[in-house]
């Protein structure tokens, strides 16, 4: 059956420039059994580590504390010396969760992120690293250890500090293997706290390729030009939709170019099937493969990722196209269009050129009937594209 949204519910979902929960179109639904095969190859293995070991592993960066999707440290100091104080208490700590990065060379190591746990790992290291003084809040040790760092109390208590030393933490390994769908869902169940990781971050961390990479450094640098300052909201920034946006551009761009690979005549994206979330994931764990045949010179990310910009400055700052919207009551159009805008990126890159494509399109009457209803299903994908195709080329 398939799921009725109000123009509410459409607003809401289409923010994220994408659904950031699946929604079912035209009755399709999940096929269980194979996603319940797929959990056959997920591997999750259990290791206790000391805290010794976890510090070791850090310093020679074999844990990374950093990667790129996890958040910034953000505990007080406060609260990492009473997370220091409960490590002494002997409380037990809830496990970390790891994922595994093997090594392109064999004879190398291999290396972890920090999937859950990126807080207590931090403070730990600092803590023996003699970066953090253990200060107000200890309600144990505060007669002893307030205002102490690692050095201090082990020059006084050395026992007490090989005790902790020699304590263990679990921790669970994600294996690099899984698949990226199932690995995609564990990531996201594990995201379940206050501060939950992004669309973007979890494919940062999923999918990390030298394509991501790319995307990630050409966001960066756009984004500090002036230029395009309101193309994103500061809540689009904090949510890293600016980010998820250009990951989506490079999706439509290849699958459309795989669509005319098969078949020059076509005028459609391959493998779309109404899930724009599960196509921009195929396209992303495609590119971390390096035998899959890749449709997208790398050195068009910047050309994608600038027209990109353009185009979300153009439909978020002209109160034309927000004024089409508002009196047609049709869901929110600026997602969707750069979707079917930008496979055609290169026929497009000058801004006057956008502009009027824009305005043809805006005045299109069937062009706006593929938001009235269902916007996101195949049929209407692909017929926004054709209509596209024809301003352009015709």
Known sequence: MAVNLTNDDLEENLVNAENDIDIIFDGETYEYKEKRK????????????SLSEIYQKIKADTVNLAPIYQREEVWSAQTQAQ??????????????YLAEIRPKNPLESIKYEVVDGKQRLISIFKFFKNELKLSNGLQYYGDIFLNSTYSDI??????EIERVLSSVIDLYVIAQNADPEIKYDVFARLNQGNIKLTQA???????ASELTNIIYREVDKIDTNPEFEKAFTKTDRNRFRHLNRVYQSVAYVEQYRVAQEENKDSIMFADYNSRPRDMINLVLQKYQSSDTKKLINIDDISKITLITYQLKKELHENPVYREIESENELPRTTEFSIDCL???????SNPTCQKQILEKLYDNQDYLKTFERSPSTT????????????????
């Open 38 to 49: 797929k959990l056959e190859d997920l591997k999750i293995q259990k290791h206790s580590w």
């Open 154 to 159: 082990e020059a006084k208590y050395p026992e």
């Open 201 to 207: 971050e979890l494919r940062k961390a999923i999918y």
């Open 83 to 96: 997370f220091i104080e409960s490590l002494f208490i002997g409380i037990m700590i809830p496990p970390v």
């Open 379 to 394: 049929s209407m994908v692909n017929k926004r594209l054709g209509i596209v195709y024809n301003e352009i080329f015709e």
């Open 342 to 348: 930008i496979p055609f990126y290169s026929e497009i």
